[in-house]
Structures are given as structure tokens and as C-alpha cells.
T-cell receptor, first 110, second 116 residues
Framework: DAKTTQPPSMDCAEGRAANLPCNHSTISGNEYVYWYRQIHSQGPQYIIHGLKNNETNEMASLIITEDRKSSTLILPHATLRDTAVYYCIVRVAYDYKLSFGAGTTVTVRA | GAVVSQHPSWVICKSGTSVKIECRSLDFQATTMFWYRQFPKQSLMLMATSNEGSKATYEQGVEKDKFLINHASLTLSTLTVTSAHPEDSSFYIC????????????FGPGTRLTVT
């Protein structure tokens, strides 16, 4: 059973913020939210993760709702190189596995 | 930092032969390494997990005698596809993690295997 739900695709304008939603309504208290992306024909790239607090790093920001049932990955200034499939993954703290779903295909347009 | 390499980046082999793919962590010691497979237009599927010096743990449905994994050191894991068949043609990707940060996996660039 899929633990996350993401839109299959979305377009973003270059230079604008890209907001990628993810629903994880059955998330448990000991499960983290991870985001990865995969540019075409490359290995995935770790972006960010969080438990319940909002997180920010040099690549993106992660906003997790208070009830933890959904989150949003924010790419502050999308560039053409951000075109990729973005995966939202819920992972139990003690489990090493990452289960990749279908993700969201994000296309950044000039 | 946290660079993972794979070799070769692509390989074409004849049906019935074996192919070895190497995965190396270049600037860190990987406690755990993972092997994934990705068919065209599909998502990544975890095949197996390996820790240095111990036997790999295979996911359900993955034949351990067909996909041999060796994790000989903290920087090297190999995947050997034995007696390859056309249905084994896929994109094979490894990843590595450090210590207890297993959720932060650093992926290699992948190896495209084509079996003719």
C-alpha cells in the first residue's frame, strides 16, 4: 500500500517558487518524511527530510502540517535543471528501506 | 562530499553470460549499501541491502543466486547478474548510507544493462 500520494505531474515557471504537495494521511509518529529527486537517466538525489518541524537547507524547504498528514516541498527559485521526478517517501525511523512511489514529474519551463 | 560511483555506466552482454557492476563510495565509508532496479517508465525497486562483511538481505521476489552481492569493504559493493537474460535488462542503481542515517542515501549514477 502506498504511504504517500503525489500529483503525477506539474509545471513550474523558471525563477518562481515550486511548491510540491504530498499527502501522507496514515503517517505514524515515528515516521519521517523524505524527499528525493531523479533527473532523467541518473540516480536519485537526496533533498531533505523532516519529522514534524519545518526544515530548510541549501536546496529546498520542507513544510509539514501540524497534523503531519501532508507536506510541501518548496524549491525557492526553480531553474531548468530542477526538471526531474520528485519522490515523497515516508520512512519508519528504524527501517532502512526507502519505498519509491511514482513521484511527481516536475517540468520547469523558461 | 558523499559521492557514489558506479562502473560501468552501461554494458551490453549476451544472454547466458554474467555481468559485474561495481559501486564505490568515494569520499566516505558506507555502513550500508543498497541495490535498486528501475525498468523504463517505472520507479525504483529495492533489490537488496548489504552491510560490509555480512550477507546481503534480499527483497521478496529477488533471486539471491541470480543477483550475487558482495560487500567486501566499507567503500565497495558489487552486484553480479549471473546467466543474464533479456528480461534482466534494466537500470541498476546503488546507494550508500553512513552510520544510522540510513534514510539519507547517496545514489550512484546507475548502470544500464542490456542483454541481447
Amino acid at each position: 500500500d502506498a504511504k504517500t500520494t503525489q500529483p503525477p505531474s506539474m509545471d513550474c515557471a523558471e525563477g518562481r517558487a515550486a511548491n510540491l504537495p504530498c499527502n501522507h494521511s496514515t503517517i505514524s509518529g515515528n515516521e519521517y518524511v523524505y524527499w528525493y529527486r531523479q533527473i532523467h537517466s541518473q540516480g536519485p538525489q537526496y533533498i531533505i527530510h523532516g519529522l514534524k518541524n519545518n526544515e530548510t537547507n541549501e536546496m529546498a524547504s520542507l513544510i509539514i502540517t501540524e497534523d503531519r498528514k501532508s507536506s510541501t516541498l518548496i524549491l525557492p527559485h526553480a531553474t531548468l535543471r530542477d526538471t526531474a521526478v520528485y519522490y515523497c517517501i515516508v520512512r519508519v525511523a528504524y527501517d532502512y528501506k526507502l519505498s519509491f512511489g511514482a513521484g511527481t514529474t516536475v517540468t520547469v519551463r523558461a | 562530499g558523499a559521492v557514489v560511483s558506479q562502473h560501468p555506466s552501461w554494458v551490453i552482454c549476451k544472454s547466458g553470460t554474467s555481468v559485474k557492476i561495481e559501486c564505490r563510495s568515494l569520499d566516505f565509508q558506507a555502513t550500508t549499501m543498497f541495490w535498486y532496479r528501475q525498468f523504463p517508465k517505472q520507479s525504483l525497486m529495492l533489490m537488496a541491502t548489504s552491510n560490509e562483511g555480512s550477507k546481503a538481505t534480499y527483497e521478496q521476489g529477488v533471486e539471491k543466486d541470480k543477483f550475487l552481492i558482495n560487500h567486501a569493504s566499507l567503500t565497495l559493493s558489487t552486484l553480479t547478474v549471473t546467466s543474464a537474460h533479456p528480461e534482466d535488462s534494466s537500470f541498476y542503481i546503488c546507494s550508500a548510507s553512513v552510520g544510522d542515517r540510513v534514510g539519507e542515501q547517496y545514489f550512484g549514477p546507475g548502470t544500464r544493462l542490456t542483454v541481447t
